[in-house]
């Protein structure tokens, strides 16, 4: 008898489908629309736009793009080389280590909106479409092929999630939203670069100054754009233009090139830094630089209590009001009820020492409460202090700060018999006050930074970040968390303190009202926080860029008004939702927000 026997099927696994894009184009249809358009876009930006120059930029030359057609040239010329790159041209596959899929669709879609932008803008403030030359319409045509192009390239979709039969409406509609999100992100999405191979030193030393050069060119481009229209083209540009470089690769190769050259990464950016004020005519931005490194220079001071050591301080801008008070009562002023004129190094120690002092009273008996309570506390420190420097006024309490109207006339600094109040010739350049002064900030970041550094590195940082990520296993493991968490609030205390001593000076008054938790007007403790949070927790350069965008952002936007508030606010809940990690965030925080991240080899002490 013949038994046979039969395996159990077993079911098949469905193929995969086949990848497509958003839009019905065939692949190589698409990549050639958007590299044609791209190149198109080019062409357009050398032609006039408009017939009259009513429109600021004057978009009316042929031959030469001015305002913001320089923008779009820029989105153009990155969609026609991520496009030729795609193409494997020879010579142009460095671009795109990660894949120039992605990449072309943000440059695309940068120079879309920009050139849309700039129709609609010239429309609207002239009074029609008929105000536009040929050049519009030839350059809104380009990026509308080019962006249709794009969306047609193909991508791999996610598998859909099965819905619940009995599911409401709200509830269908809510599952179809969250699966076309998902759609959407993986069309842009973009793959993981190749590392960078072994150059020679001078090589990576030649990228990394390219790489500063062109961040130093980017943000003197924003500083200085003169009409509302190129600061919002400006955005735009810059955004999607980053975005694209993100998803090329580029930012991960460079990133892996400086962190082999930290320390001279570390000091190109600040001879970078130096050359700000030489490609001023004037001393306007400069203004805005120095107060740019005062206000980043005060939120790395918090980054150490929040970012280090996990400690949420709401009251943090009162240190920056402690050593601006001490600085100002010694440095000559006539409202100072101390008739003493300390050299700057001397008032510098005494606004750093004092604010040190009031860190650990403050800290003292109150770093044993944690998370809301901590923050509750600290928050009511800082409006103590603004209601005590209110009211030692000599009529409700001792003449100590003069009350609201605070210590004027506060001279300007003479060290060495240079004058920082005086214009000085430097190499056929004129160096005005607030560039002076931009200078001397610069040397007070560089020291924060070094402090901060060092700090980090140390045993103490490493105990920080131990408290920071679980308070109680790091106190099982020893570590004496009261006292470490008092140094790191004294620490950043002094450095509050450091730069209120040059903040004295720049703004000649020293008020309380500078010193508010939150206001239109940086810095405030909810500024510095959200410079902390929106730059990146625990890293160098987060605070620092983050301090730059919120106070040059709301700079620009006054022509809102009313509004300019809720359009800063509504920027920056959107960033925080799509990029919660913050601009440049540590690696370890950066796997937290995103868990399906490959994890690096090696991680440093603090995370980075």
Known sequence: MTTQTTAPGTPSTPAAAPATGLIGIPEHLGRALATGGGALTVVSTFLAWTWTAAFPGDLTVYGYPGGLQVLALIGGALTTLFGLSSYGVKGLGWLTPAG???AIKFSALAAFATVWYTVVAITVDLGGVVNLEPGGF??????????????????????????????????????????GRDIAKAAFAGGTAR???????????????????????????????????????????????????????????????????????????????????????DDQYATVGVYILIFGTVALGLNIVVGLAGLLDLGYVAFLGV?????????????????????????????????????????????RLRGDYLAIVTLGFGEIFRITANNLDGTSGPDVTNGSNGISSIPNLNILGFDFGAEHAVAGFTIGRFANYFFLMLVITAIVVLVFRRSGDSRI???????????????????????VKLIAFAVGASLAGLAGTVQAHVTYTVTPEQYLFAGPIPPNSAFLLAAVVLGGMGTISGPLIGAALLFLIPNKLQFLGDYQLFAFGLALILLMRFRPEGLIPNRRRQLEFHEDAEAPTVLTKAGA
């Open 100 to 102: 120039a899929d992605g």
């Open 195 to 281: 590392p960078v191979g072994a150059l020679p030193s001078y090589a990576e030393i030649l990228i990394i100054v390219a790489v500063l050069g062109l961040g130093l060119t980017v943000f003197t481009y924003g500083i200085g754009t003169e009409y509302d229209e190129l600061f919002i083209g400006f955005l735009i540009t810059a955004a999607f233009g980053f975005a694209a470089l993100n998803k090329a690769g580029l930012v991960a190769q460079a990133s892996q090139i400086t962190a082999r050259h930290q320390n001279i990464t570390i000091c190109g950016a600040f001879v970078a830094a130096a050359m700000f004020p030489f490609t001023q005519t």
């Open 138 to 179: 030839v350059a809104a045509l380009a990026t509308l092929v080019a962006l249709l192009g794009a969306l047609a390239l193909p991508f791999e979709r996610p598998a859909p999630e099965p819905h619940d039969p009995d599911d409401t409406g709200w509830e269908l509609f809510r599952h179809r939203l969250r699966g």
């Open 461 to 483: 940082g490493r105990a920080w970040v131990a408290i920071r990520e679980d308070e109680t296993a790091a106190l099982a493991m020893g570590i004496n968390g009261f006292r």
């Open 323 to 367: 050593g601006a008070y001490a600085a100002a009562m010694v440095s000559g002023s006539p409202s100072s009820p101390f008739d003493v004129h300390f050299p700057f190094w001397a008032a510098v120690l005494v606004g750093a020492a004092a604010s040190l002092v009031f860190g650990v009273l403050i800290g003292a008996p109150t770093l």
